[in-house]
C-alpha cells in the first residue's frame, strides 16, 4: 500500500469517526429532548382541569386560537396553610391580557378585600372568598361580572409551588423599597428586609409578596410587589435555566397548579410569547379606598378607575 493510499484510508476513518460522534450526539439530544418533552406534556395532563362551563367564556361566541387572537388568563394564588390545603382563598388574583399582535402583555392585580359581588352565590363579599366558596368556577364568574371580559383560561399555583420554582430559578432580584420584616408562612420563620436591590430565596419572595402590615400603602404596595416579583420571575427563566432545571420545575407544577390549558394551548403560548420578558409587561391598577362595613375590613374600587382599567383591558384584548 502506498503512503498516499494510506492517507487517503485515515482521512477516510477519521471522516467516519466524526459522523459516528455527531449522529451519537444528536441522538442523546433527540432523547433528552424527547425524554423532557414527554414529561412537559404529561405534567400539563396531570394539571388540567375543566371549567365547567365549557372550553370558552360566557361571553365569547366561540373559542379563540391563542397564537392570532388576544387572550386572557387568570392567575390564582392560594392560601391553603389554615386549611391543610383544602378550599384555600385566593391571596393573589392576578388578570393577563396577552396579544399575539405586539407581544404586550397587560397585568392587572384585583385586591384581595375588593368589596364585590359573589357571581352564583347572592352575596357582596371579599373576592377572595369567591374561590373558597365555589372553586374557580365561580371566581371567574365573578371576575367576569365585575370587569366585563372574558377570563379564556386560568391557573393555580399553591404558594409551596412558588417558593419551590423561585429556588429552581436560582432566586428573583428586586428592588426593596423599604426596610421591613415579615413572616413566612408555613415556617413562622422570620426574614427581614433592607431597602435597595436584593435577590430573593423562595420563602423570602414569599415573605416579600404577602407582607402589607408594615406598608404604608396597603394592599397597593403589596399589589407592587407582586408585580415586582413576577416580572423579576419572568427575566430569571432563561431558556437555558429552564432546559437545566426543567424536571425539577416540572415536579413542582405537577404536584401544586392547575389549570384550564390543554396540551396544545401551552405550546401555543410558548411558541407565541416565548421571547417576551419583564419590558413587554404593563401593569394596571384599580385604585380605590379602605371602608367598613358591619365592621368588616374592604376595599371600594373607584368606580371611574374600574372604567378605564375595563377599557384599557377590552382594547388591549381588541373586544369592542
Known sequence: MTKNSRAVRRKKLNKKRILKYVLSFCLVI???????????????QNTHSELERGDYSKLRTENVSLMKEPISIALFGIEDYSSGGANGRTDTIII???????????????????????AGHGTYDKIN????????DMAINTIENLLDIPIDYYSTINFEA??????????????????????????????????????????????????????????????????????????????QKLLLEMDDILSH????????LKTNNMISLL?????????????????GTDT???????????????EEVVAELKAHLEID
Open 292 to 306: 367598613r362595613i358591619d365592621g368588616v375590613y374592604y376595599y371600594e374600587i373607584d368606580p371611574v378607575s374600574l
Open 96 to 118: 393577563l391580557t396577552l396579544n399575539p399582535n405586539d407581544k404586550t402583555i397587560k397585568m392587572l392585580s384585583i385586591p384581595r378585600d375588593s368589596y364585590v359581588e359573589i
Open 253 to 260: 407544577i405537577g404536584d401544586n397548579v392547575t389549570t384550564s
Open 162 to 239: 412558588f417558593v419551590q420554582i423561585v429556588d429552581e430559578l436560582g432566586g428573583v432580584t428586586v428592588d426593596v423599597p423599604f426596610n421591613f420584616s415579615e413572616t413566612v408562612a408555613g415556617t413562622g420563620e422570620r426574614v427581614y428586609f433592607a431597602e435597595g436591590i436584593d435577590t430573593l430565596t423562595g420563602d423570602e419572595a414569599l415573605a416579600y409578596v404577602r407582607m402589607r402590615r408594615y406598608d404604608p400603602r396597603g394592599d397597593l404596595g403589596r399589589i407592587d410587589r407582586q408585580k415586582q416579583v413576577i416580572s423579576a420571575a419572568v427575566d430569571a427563566a432563561s431558556p
Open 271 to 287: 411558541r407565541t410569547y416565548s421571547g417576551v420578558n419583564s419590558s413587554n409587561i404593563e401593569s394596571v391598577s384599580l385604585a
Open 129 to 136: 372568598h369567591a374561590f373558597a366558596f365555589g372553586g374557580a
Open 30 to 44: 433527540i432523547l433528552i429532548g424527547s425524554f423532557y418533552a414527554y414529561r412537559l406534556l404529561s405534567t400539563i
